[in-house]
């Protein structure tokens, strides 16, 4: 590593954390209902909502009314995102007319952007209408980071009340993350990125000539528009030159801010944040990376400013810190080696001043090797997913670390709200264990862990992992599952399993290698992320109206502090531990075995 | 239940019109006031006002005068800007390594004098397909090729190299970088 790769990793993280507890104060405010600088121009908007939803905003829910109410709003966006996708070539802002979506990529589509996982089957700018990208999914890029808001602010309620059956107002908490929270930052950072040249426009695409004609072989069609064969049975090819070029172009900026803030990361074209119009410049990279921690950074404080005891807050974000900055460290070097094959070659894989080295296979140059890596242990961490290169090229190791990330259960800040909602599970799971070492009743933040919210608590941490393991090994048991992989050997098995833990812990990111647009993919990946969406948040509601009816125990002798460094390691432990003890026999067959055969070769 | 329905689906389309209609149109309307060169698409014009590619958006280039971008794995041609793609290609595939052979050897080819090793980012595709850029060692490695198809001193390429280079962001985000687009239209221009 370099030392501006040091510099820049720094810079980072140092900007991140220091955006924490502003952003984390402001958030706190808007929850509790308190005024904040945005209420002149958006409570009457706000208002305006409530009286044409017939909401009436100081009505408490109970958990149940709560958890319908999240369901039956995110139903409502699956039908409509499907809708869209499927009648898009009747509907308008269509300039490019594109047909209507296939039923399971459009389901697939659909339940991926309703459950904030954003795994991208499609390739955005041969398959989205313009009205598709904003009325389906960047709608939903709000709607579902916002529900995930909500369903966090429930539960820390949960900690905060006491003696009650209540745990807030949903829809409430869906509107005020929504208008005071997410838009706000979005339009901010949508026009910066237009700076930069993120392109934002409704018009058609862009005819341009090239410079060097480009000629190339393709199936030569009939008349019907059938590829022709010849006597043999092999497609005949016709030569063809390319003397122009195509630049697609469309509202890309709004769907993209919104995409990195609200951990969404469903791309607007098929290459996501690599494309040279999604993330033009390494100012850009900048802040499209910065805002996909930001939110979930600052939510710690958030949470230690609502139960009262900002240290609290602090002790959960130096965890997932500890575990980030631990990883950059490693995944940076792995992609700066370079790729041993190529070194018995004439090239040059090493870091100068004038080029970045490294394995550059699927990466940009702008970014090189740094914020490649960089970006991927980010997006990784939190359950985003967009990416700024190719994860299917980088090195095994360095391929197996966002695998990992992603199976650890997107509690490393994870997605907006799921995120700490996550790791507040495995604080209760750590409170327990200790609790056990030490034979005292396990508490948190003054409530009695019991065997409802351990059982609550379980079930969150083990159905990814279910999910995971389970569809990878039907999906590499059968013919269609097999047919799709692309890489030979150890790799096409990472393929899978990448899928399925993105799918499983809602990322969204991929080995892009797999062909995932299929019946059988798209089919099993949705339900994948239905069931690591809502067997996650269900649970974690139960045990916020559990909590609230608890009365709150006052610290005494045998209370365990969850504010100091000795717990901030037993949480990390804890993540570890399940993480590792869960996947490790899996990671062994895909990248750990092709890392052996690498080094091997030589 | 039936309020919780009715709230649910004035709820949906109230924030639907304010997201997915409103917010875009306004970020619409801001840019095109804003920066409407770089929120249509970075285009560049020739001296007559004739487009004549994007800033950010690749070309593909194979002769011996051009300086050559990245590989590029769209398809059904290279630099294909309406359907972006990496090549996904694992990192030890075989079909990863015979492509790195085969552009070596084309770049071998072209200029068989130089015996310089051969930076990483000219022989392996990039990520979007589209990259508008290379490192400035890789702009280096190609200058005794065009020199020599050109005719022309390398000097005057070097100097060419240097006013289509970018330095990092703010002197340390990202990579230097040198656009290859906007250099082969420096020199076509020498003549």
Same mark, same amino acid.
């Given at each position: 590593?370099?030392?501006?790769?040091?510099?820049?990793?720094?810079?980072?993280?140092?900007? @991140?954390? +220091?955006?924490?507890?502003?952003?984390?104060?402001?958030?706190?405010?808007?929850?509790?209902?308190?005024?904040?600088?945005?209420?002149?121009?958006?409570?009457?908007?706000?208002?305006?909502?409530?009286?044409?939803?017939?909401?009436?905003?100081?009505?408490? $829910?109970?958990?149940?009314?709560?958890?319908?109410?999240?369901?039956?709003?995110?139903?409502?966006?699956?039908?409509?995102?499907?809708?869209?996708?499927?009648?898009?070539?009747?509907?308008?802002?269509?300039?490019?007319?594109?047909?209507?979506?296939?039923?399971?990529?459009?389901?697939?589509?659909?339940?991926?952007?309703?459950?904030?996982?954003?795994?991208?089957?499609?390739?955005?700018?041969?398959?989205?209408?313009?009205? %598709?990208?904003?009325?389906?999914?960047?709608?939903?890029?709000?709607?579902? +980071?916002?529900?995930?808001?909500?369903?966090?602010?429930? @539960?820390?309620?949960?900690?905060?009340?006491?003696?009650?059956?209540?745990?807030?107002?949903?829809?409430?908490?869906?509107?005020?993350?929504?208008?005071?929270?997410?838009?706000?930052?979005?339009?901010?950072?949508?026009?910066?990125?237009? /700076?930069?040249?993120?392109?934002?426009?409704?018009?058609?695409?862009?005819?341009?000539?090239?410079?060097?004609?480009?000629?190339?072989?393709?199936?030569?069609?009939?008349?019907?528009?059938?590829?022709?064969?010849?006597?043999?049975?092999?497609?005949?090819?016709?030569?063809?030159?390319?003397?122009?070029?195509?630049? +697609?172009?469309?509202?890309?900026?709004?769907?993209?801010?919104?995409?990195?803030?609200?951990?969404?990361?469903?791309?607007?074209?098929?290459?996501?944040?690599?494309?040279?119009?999604?993330?033009?410049?390494?100012?850009?990279?900048? #802040?499209? $990376?910065?805002?996909?921690?930001?939110?979930?950074?600052?939510?710690?404080?958030?949470?230690?400013?609502?139960?009262?005891?900002?240290?609290?807050?602090?002790?959960?974000?130096?965890?997932?810190?500890?575990?980030?900055?631990?990883?950059?460290?490693?995944?940076?070097?792995?992609?700066?080696?370079? &790729?041993?094959?190529?070194?018995?070659?004439?090239?040059?894989?090493?870091?100068?001043?004038?080029?970045?080295?490294? &394995?550059?296979?699927?990466? *940009?140059?702008?970014?090189?090797?740094?914020?490649?890596?960089?970006?991927?242990?980010?997006?990784?961490?939190?359950?985003?997913?967009?990416?700024?290169?190719?994860?299917?090229?980088?090195?095994?190791?360095?391929?197996?670390?966002?695998?990992?990330?992603?199976?650890?259960?997107?509690?490393?800040?994870?997605?907006?709200?799921?995120?700490?909602?996550?790791?507040?599970?495995?604080?209760?799971?750590?409170?327990?264990?200790?609790?056990?070492?030490?034979?005292?009743?396990?508490?948190?933040?003054?409530?009695?862990?019991?065997?409802? *919210?351990?059982?609550?608590?379980?079930?969150?941490?083990?159905?990814?992992?279910?999910?995971?393991?389970?569809?990878?090994?039907?999906?590499?048991?059968?013919?269609?599952?097999?047919?799709?992989?692309?890489?030979?050997?150890?790799?096409?098995?990472?393929?899978?399993?990448?899928?399925?833990?993105?799918?499983?812990?809602?990322?969204?990111?991929?080995?892009?290698?797999?062909?995932?647009?299929?019946?059988?993919?798209?089919?099993?990946?949705?339900?994948?992320?239905?069931?690591?969406?809502?067997?996650?948040?269900?649970?974690?509601?139960?045990?916020?109206?559990?909590?609230?009816?608890?009365?709150?125990?006052?610290?005494?002798? /045998?209370?365990?502090? %969850?504010?100091?460094?000795?717990?901030?390691? @037993?949480?990390?432990?804890?993540?570890?531990?399940?993480?590792?003890?869960?996947?490790?026999?899996?990671?062994?067959?895909?990248?750990?075995?092709?890392?052996?055969?690498?080094?091997?070769?030589? | 239940?039936?309020?919780? #329905?009715?709230?649910?689906?004035?709820?949906?389309?109230?924030?639907?019109?304010?997201?997915?209609?409103?917010?875009?149109?306004?970020?619409?309307?801001?840019?095109?006031?804003?920066?409407?060169?770089?929120?249509?698409?970075?285009?560049?014009?020739?001296?007559?006002?004739?487009? %004549?590619?994007?800033?950010?958006? /690749?070309?593909?280039?194979?002769?011996? /005068?051009?300086?050559?971008?990245?590989?590029?794995?769209?398809?059904?041609?290279?630099?294909?800007?309406? +359907?972006?793609?990496?090549?996904?290609?694992?990192?030890?595939?075989?079909?990863?390594?015979?492509?790195?052979?085969?552009?070596?050897?084309?770049?071998?080819?072209?200029?068989?004098?130089?015996?310089?090793?051969?930076?990483?980012?000219?022989?392996?595709?990039?990520?979007?397909?589209?990259?508008?850029?290379?490192?400035?060692?890789?702009?280096?490695?190609?200058?005794?090729?065009?020199?020599?198809?050109?005719?022309?001193?390398?000097?005057?390429?070097?100097?060419?190299?240097?006013?289509?280079?970018?330095?990092?962001?703010?002197?340390?985000?990202?990579?230097?970088?040198?656009?290859?687009?906007?250099?082969?239209?420096?020199?076509?221009?020498?003549?």
């Amino acid at each position: 590593m370099t030392s501006n790769s040091y510099f820049q990793i720094i810079v980072y993280i140092v900007t @991140l954390l +220091a955006l924490a507890k502003p952003l984390g104060w402001y958030m706190a405010r808007v929850y509790e209902g308190e005024s904040v600088g945005l209420n002149r121009l958006l409570a009457p908007i706000e208002t305006l909502i409530y009286r044409l939803s017939g909401v009436n905003p100081n009505e408490e $829910m109970r958990w149940t009314d709560y958890a319908v109410s999240f369901l039956i709003f995110n139903l409502l966006g699956v039908l409509a995102v499907f809708a869209l996708q499927r009648l898009q070539a009747y509907l308008p802002f269509n300039p490019q007319s594109l047909p209507g979506v296939s039923s399971d990529s459009a389901f697939n589509t659909a339940v991926s952007f309703a459950t904030n996982t954003n795994w991208q089957g499609y390739s955005g700018e041969v398959t989205m209408s313009y009205l %598709t990208q904003m009325l389906g999914l960047t709608v939903q890029n709000f709607v579902s +980071a916002a529900a995930g808001m909500a369903t966090l602010v429930a @539960l820390i309620r949960g900690f905060t009340r006491r003696n009650t059956d209540t745990i807030g107002n949903f829809w409430v908490d869906l509107t005020r993350s929504t208008l005071y929270i997410l838009m706000p930052l979005s339009l901010i950072l949508a026009l910066v990125l237009v /700076g930069q040249g993120v392109v934002q426009t409704f018009s058609p695409y862009r005819s341009v000539p090239l410079i060097e004609t480009v000629s190339y072989e393709q199936p030569k069609l009939g008349a019907d528009g059938v590829a022709l064969q010849d006597a043999a049975g092999k497609p005949i090819m016709e030569s063809v030159e390319a003397k122009e070029q195509v630049i +697609a172009v469309g509202p890309a900026a709004s769907q993209i801010a919104i995409k990195q803030l609200g951990t969404n990361g469903g791309g607007f074209f098929n290459v996501n944040s690599a494309h040279p119009l999604e993330n033009p410049t390494p100012l850009s990279n900048f #802040l499209e $990376m910065l805002s996909i921690l930001l939110i979930p950074a600052a939510l710690c404080y958030t949470f230690g400013m609502m139960v009262g005891d900002t240290r609290q807050g602090w002790a959960i974000l130096a965890a997932m810190t500890l575990i980030l900055v631990a990883l950059i460290f490693v995944e940076v070097p792995l992609e700066q080696i370079g &790729n041993p094959a190529l070194a018995s070659l004439s090239v040059d894989q090493s870091a100068t001043v004038s080029q970045s080295g490294g &394995n550059m296979e699927g990466k *940009e140059t702008r970014f090189g090797i740094t914020n490649s890596a960089l970006w991927a242990i980010v997006t990784t961490a939190a359950s985003n997913g967009s990416v700024n290169a190719m994860h299917d090229s980088f090195t095994p190791i360095g391929g197996m670390i966002p695998m990992w990330l992603m199976q650890l259960g997107e509690v490393i800040f994870g997605g907006v709200g799921s995120g700490l909602y996550g790791m507040i599970m495995f604080a209760i799971v750590a409170v327990f264990v200790s609790g056990l070492m030490i034979g005292r009743t396990p508490e948190y933040l003054g409530k009695k862990i019991e065997a409802y *919210e351990m059982k609550m608590a379980a079930i969150t941490i083990l159905i990814p992992p279910l999910v995971v393991l389970g569809g990878t090994a039907l999906a590499v048991m059968i013919d269609v599952g097999k047919a799709s992989v692309f890489n030979p050997g150890a790799h096409g098995f990472s393929e899978v399993l990448y899928a399925f833990s993105s799918a499983g812990n809602n990322n969204g990111s991929a080995f892009g290698g797999l062909s995932a647009n299929t019946p059988f993919y798209n089919s099993l990946l949705g339900v994948a992320m239905l069931f690591s969406r809502y067997w996650l948040a269900i649970p974690v509601l139960a045990i916020a109206g559990s909590l609230a009816a608890k009365k709150i125990v006052p610290v005494g002798l /045998g209370t365990l502090p %969850t504010h100091t460094p000795l717990f901030v390691a @037993l949480l990390i432990g804890t993540v570890l531990m399940v993480g590792a003890l869960t996947f490790v026999p899996a990671l062994a067959l895909g990248p750990v075995v092709e890392h052996l055969q690498m080094i091997g070769a030589k | 239940m039936i309020k919780s #329905l009715k709230a649910a689906i004035v709820l949906f389309i109230l924030l639907s019109v304010l997201t997915g209609v409103i917010y875009p149109a306004v970020v619409t309307g801001l840019a095109q006031l804003l920066f409407s060169q770089q929120a249509n698409g970075s285009l560049i014009n020739d001296s007559s006002g004739k487009v %004549t590619g994007s800033r950010l958006i /690749g070309q593909s280039f194979s002769s011996p /005068g051009h300086f050559w971008g990245r590989p590029s794995a769209t398809g059904p041609f290279p630099y294909n800007a309406g +359907a972006s793609s990496g090549s996904n290609l694992g990192p030890t595939n075989p079909a990863l390594i015979e492509a790195v052979k085969t552009r070596i050897q084309a770049l071998k080819d072209a200029d068989p004098d130089n015996q310089a090793p051969i930076p990483v980012d000219l022989i392996t595709s990039s990520g979007s397909g589209l990259d508008p850029h290379i490192s400035p060692a890789a702009a280096e490695y190609q200058i005794s090729r065009v020199a020599k198809a050109h005719d022309v001193k390398p000097e005057i390429l070097r100097a060419l190299i240097d006013a289509n280079t970018e330095d990092r962001q703010w002197g340390f985000i990202g990579e230097p970088r040198v656009n290859v687009l906007t250099l082969n239209l420096a020199v076509d221009a020498l003549h």
